[in-house]
């Protein structure tokens, strides 16, 4: 079965503090790798996708990255209002566009 | 450009009865896809409808079904409600042949009491 898993699952940093979230998939049979951002009690907020293996997409204080078998969200001086779940989500082939999502990573940033 | 709408916000229901949640997909998508969400999970693939059809279906049992309507809008029906129903509805929408990108809506939530 396919599976996609994130860690840690939840991350605490002090305001200024880089980081970086991870992703891991199943390897074979990857479409592309999905990055989104949920508030609390909200739907997920679309940030960035990756096709293949050394891609990079920048956003602000993001930069997602993609290697054959694992994404990272590097988080370059994050700031309160960054906190949130980050959640990835993988398309494999043969699945239509059936999303594979991970539990997610809460992200904390203190002032 | 309008962004997906879901409808409504909140929803309380009695096991046993029956729900139907709406969603109206962002202009210019033709394919609208349903998740899960559990507290603390990440979404779960229930089904998706490309041109009124349903193009693809996770692990959900029939008593879940749902409909595409010409503008692209679409349902989800719940039949029998169960106390595991209880979750966060999302509707997410995308177009065919570009990139697969799915944007969601703010999503239903549903408590079954």
């Known amino acids: ?18 980081s970086s979230l991870n992703c891991s998939y199943t390897v074979s049979g990857l479409r592309g790798l999905f ?6 009690g909200k739907g997920p907020e679309f940030l960035f996708t990756l096709y293949s293996a050394g891609e990079e997409k920048e956003k602000e204080r993001l930069k997602a990255t ?4 694992e994404s990272f969200l590097h988080i370059t001086a994050p700031k309160p209002e960054d906190s949130a779940t980050y959640l990835c989500a993988v398309l494999y082939t043969g699945a239509n566009s059936k999303l594979t999502f991970g539990k997610g990573i809460t992200l904390s940033v203190r002032p | 450009e309008t962004g997906v709408t879901q409808s409504p916000t909140h929803l309380i229901k009695t096991r046993g009865q029956q729900v139907t949640l709406r969603c109206s997909s962002q ?5 609208v896809s349903w998740y899960q969400q559990a507290l603390g999970q990440g979404p779960q693939f229930i089904f998706q409808y490309y041109r009124e059809e349903e193009n693809g279906r996770g692990n959900f049992p029939p008593r879940f079904s749902g409909l595409q309507f010409p ?23 995308s177009y065919s042949g570009r990139g697969h990108e799915q944007y969601f809506g703010p999503g239903t939530r549903l408590t079954v009491t």
């Open chain 2, 71 to 93: 503008n692209y809008s679409s349902e989800l029906n719940v039949n029998a409600l169960e106390l595991d129903d209880s979750a966060l509805y999302l509707c997410a929408s």
């Open chain 2, 27 to 31: 202009s210019g998508h033709n394919t």
């Open chain 1, 1 to 18: 079965e396919d599976q996609v898993t994130q860690s840690p699952e939840a991350l605490r940093l002090q305001e200024g503090e880089s």
């Open chain 1, 66 to 69: 993609l290697t054959k078998k």
């Open chain 1, 35 to 40: 990055w989104y951002r949920q508030d609390p």
